[in-house]
């Protein structure tokens, strides 16, 4: 099985702040990577898809890079209503969530 | 517009069974498939497996082999997830996602999600 590790798994930021999350596969994955947000009490929202395709109609600072093993996904200008958790998902072989990164508002 | 809905709470017995279920509307059934994914209560993302609405087929995460069975009515455009020999570990939020292109799994990403299922197993 393919393990995602993220880190951090929290962080605090303050509004207007680059936000950075990092997302590790256990082994090469291509670009076979998805973001997701979650916010409480909701289902999960796909944000970027293919490691850095961009969802329709999801806002411009939320971006994805990376290939291979290593992964980023950053909020380039930290927003109140970003306050969520975000996974990665691999899709190489079957598929594998990391185990989510919590964003809160400092 | 585009979207599941699941069938309501579920409360268990241990060693009982559930079953799941997922209607599509708004898109063609069998051009993708659904993948199903569980969150227990403070914890992450699990996925569960997926199946091809076009043609059945069914891939399991390893730790719910021999106890889940993913289904599909394409007549009414329905999804089940069905889970066996309940355990209290098994008490989460399950959510359907309309995912992969309908004949490979990592097709398409999960763009479209149901609104989630709680099932609380308890004596």
């Known amino acids: 099985d393919i393990q995602m590790t993220q880190s951090p798994s929290s962080l605090s930021a303050s509004v207007g702040d680059r936000v950075t999350i990092t997302c590790q596969a256990s082994?090469?994955?291509?670009?076979?990577l998805n973001w997701y947000q979650q916010k409480p009490g909701k289902a999960p929202k796909l944000l970027i898809y293919?490691?850095?395709n961009l969802e329709t109609g999801v806002p411009s600072r939320f971006s994805g890079s990376g290939s291979g093993t290593d992964f980023t996904f950053t909020i380039s200008s930290l927003q109140p209503e970003d306050i969520a958790t975000y996974y990665c998902?691999?899709?190489?072989?079957?598929?594998?969530f990391g185990q989510g990164t919590k964003v809160e508002i400092k | 517009q585009v979207q599941l809905v699941q069938s309501g709470a579920e409360v268990k017995k241990p060693g009982a069974s559930v079953k799941v279920s997922c209607k599509a509307s708004?898109?063609?059934?069998?051009?993708?498939?659904i993948s199903w994914v569980r969150q227990a209560p403070g914890q992450g993302l699990e996925w569960m497996g997926w199946?091809?609405?076009?043609?059945?087929?069914?891939n399991y995460a390893q730790k719910l082999q021999g106890r889940v069975t993913m289904t599909t009515d394409t007549s009414t455009s329905t999804a089940y997830m069905e889970l066996r020999s309940l355990r209290s570990d098994d008490t989460a939020v399950y959510y359907c996602?309309?995912?992969?292109?309908?004949?490979?799994?990592?097709?398409?990403?999960?763009?479209?999600w149901g609104q989630g299922t709680t099932v609380t197993v308890s004596s």
């Open positions: 996602a309309r995912s992969g292109d309908g004949v490979v799994i990592g097709g398409a990403p999960m763009d479209v």
């Open positions: 708004g898109y063609t059934f069998t051009s993708y498939g």
């Open positions: 199946i091809s609405a076009y043609n059945g087929n069914t």
């Open positions: 082994q090469d994955i291509s670009n076979y």
């Open positions: 293919d490691a850095s």
């Open positions: 998902q691999q899709y190489d072989n079957l598929l594998t």
